[in-house]
DNA sequence: CTTTGTATTGAAATGCATTTCATAAAAACC
DNA sequence: GGTTTTTATGAAATGCATTTCAATACAAAG
């Protein structure tokens, strides 16, 4: 007798329950429960009710990796992130952790797992991998940096993928970003308006985005032949590096800037702090505009001129888009607009 | 003859291959496969050859899935964020993305998934779903804020999870955080050096780790028995709310505060930005300690004083500690120094 | 030449939920 | 009452890799 298959709930249970333990204690089939579990209208109402007392008291959890592997879907996207470039006492903007924060919430309302920079992706072959195997159903990429030629290739292999960046339509993957070159035009303008004639631009054109940047700074520069753009090439994000780099710059030119448009207001006020130490204040000597908009810019002293980006929407609209590209249809790239807040420098 | 069942690499192949089929192709069995690609020792070196050769050219990537089923674990990690409270333009300290940082690295380097976040993780039954169902092998939750009854729940019922944040002895959970009471003392004890009396903090008391700056800056003021403290308690983190309320403040109190600790740099920039409006300048008027060191701190004007902490070691140590705790062990609760950063204020 | 040990390898069982297809029962229609 | 639909449910196939246990082959030892 008490050789029989354990069929009863007498005897506490050693492992954790399978759905065919459920099934059996209500009295259904396993396709049953599997149906009750995810909400499908195929069952009645009271079979639905039974079934879910009995997960409820046996304390059944279903193993989320046989779902997985028989639905063939990890409902998981990973999201890329530089870390490195982020960290070290460096430009750990607020901007990037915002955009996160957005694309964590508009994930989680689509109920899907958000894999945080997974090792690996540094090449073709990781994406691949992480995508075959099924580790992740799609990509988000926070800031094609100096890795697009790997995200074209990415993109090739018809693997779901958004990127946050420089929009540039030659591209083989959708990206969304800001518009770049309008936040360059607009520190420009700025600076005509005030008069300023030698421009120094700081940050790295290596960085598509950021070469964008300066490439509306320029077009901004044509309307006055007077005007000169120096560039201070930035090597290392580190904020402590920009800062010196920036005061080296200051010690050896020939002659000052009357206007710096930095690639971050992080990286502005880096900038500030170096030329401050050399006497060169904003915005008596030279007008400053940073970059992100980032919450201390406006209370900084002096409070830093700036260019907003559209963070609030961002990780929305990339989630989006790649919800978009998942169902196999093929986004477009978008590009948000930005703005020129204007503070004392 | 075309009717045999599809055992030849004639064809080019509509669906993925599986373990099944390089184990064919190679003239294997499956379990040679897969120790193979587990790297165990038990296979010849030829063979290994064959197998890989195999499993590359077939394109061969095995289902994560299958293998988390059968291995029964899922290789992963949450990291639970209150992004809420780091977003809207809010304290998105860049201190809590050095411990991410942190916390991925060492995780990356343990082969193990980074699950950002996942929702649910408000309620025990989240916890112990996310567990159960084998989504996470363990948790790591950054800074317990007004959770903590939360967390001692999840701890009770054996899930593997370690805390950022104040570490309390008494706690069912194991913590790792900064000396936070120390930071206090730290601060206090810079004030008393500058003959402050008329001491304000700044932060809710309401976060454990934030009440064990306070108890500390207490600690240090019974030294002098003119010392007074005030408290401005901080509702919401966002920045430009702790600019109003700390200009707020000003306006209202009988006597200016000639000292003040903010429980972070952001917050003290907030503060310096609302005072100066009110012509109470730092550090002529009054000396100031922030908290997190972080890197704007120190270019600011005028720089700030602060309390550092480690981040550096802290995600590593975090993560050494829930390792601990997968393989059934107890870890203990650890504090990490703090340190005083004298600056200008 | 037999025994014992070692190095390789494979068959079969296992981890668990979903989906397709078929069937039974109940309801609706003529 | 008989037939067509609709509703509810189950049997069996499927997704794929890992692990235990047994078996074979071959070398070393006696």
């Given at each position: ?122 090449t073709i072959d ?208 978008a590009m948000l ?9």
């Amino acid at each position: 007798m008490a050789q029989k298959s354990s069929d009863t709930t007498t005897m506490p249970r050693t492992t954790r329950p399978t759905m065919d333990d459920v099934a059996r204690i209500a009295k259904v089939s396993k396709p049953t429960v599997s149906r009750v579990l995810s909400g499908s209208p195929l069952v009645s109402a009271d079979t639905r009710e039974r079934v879910l007392a009995v997960a409820r008291e046996q304390g059944y959890a279903l193993n989320r990796h046989a779902q997985k592997l028989r639905r063939e879907r990890a409902n998981a996207i990973a999201v890329v992130l530089d870390f490195g470039s982020h960290r070290q006492g460096a430009i750990g903007d607020p901007f990037i952790f915002e955009l996160l924060a957005g694309i964590s919430e508009a994930l989680s309302v689509r109920d899907l797992d958000l894999l945080l920079s997974p090792s690996g992706l540094d090449t073709i072959d990781g994406f691949v991998d992480l995508y075959q195997s099924r580790g992740a159903d799609g990509f988000i990429v926070l800031g094609q940096g100096a890795r697009d030629a790997l995200l074209q290739k990415v993109a090739r292999k018809d693997i779901p993928m958004v990127v946050w960046g420089a929009v540039n339509e030659a591209s083989a993957y959708c990206a969304v970003g800001s518009d770049n070159s309008l936040g360059g035009r607009l520190a420009g303008e700025r600076f005509l308006l005030h008069d300023r004639r030698r421009w120094l631009f700081v940050g790295s054109r290596q960085h598509e985005e950021i070469r964008l940047r300066f490439e509306g700074l320029q077009e901004a520069a044509r309307k006055n032949s007077d005007v000169e753009i120096d560039v201070l090439s930035i090597e290392s994000m580190a904020f402590s590096a920009i800062h010196d780099q920036a005061n080296a710059y200051l010690k050896t030119c020939t002659v000052r800037p009357d206007a710096v448009f930095a690639f971050s207001d992080t990286a502005a006020m880096a900038v500030i702090g170096a030329f401050s130490k050399e006497g060169h204040l904003t915005p008596r000597d030279y007008s400053l505009v940073g970059y992100n908009d980032i919450p201390p810019a406006a209370h900084f002293t002096p409070s830093i001129t700036t260019i907003a980006q559209q963070t609030g929407v961002a990780g929305a609209l990339l989630v989006e888009k790649l919800m978009q590209a998942l169902d196999g249809s093929r986004p477009r790239s978008a590009m948000l607009p930005t703005q020129l807040v204007t503070r004392q420098t």
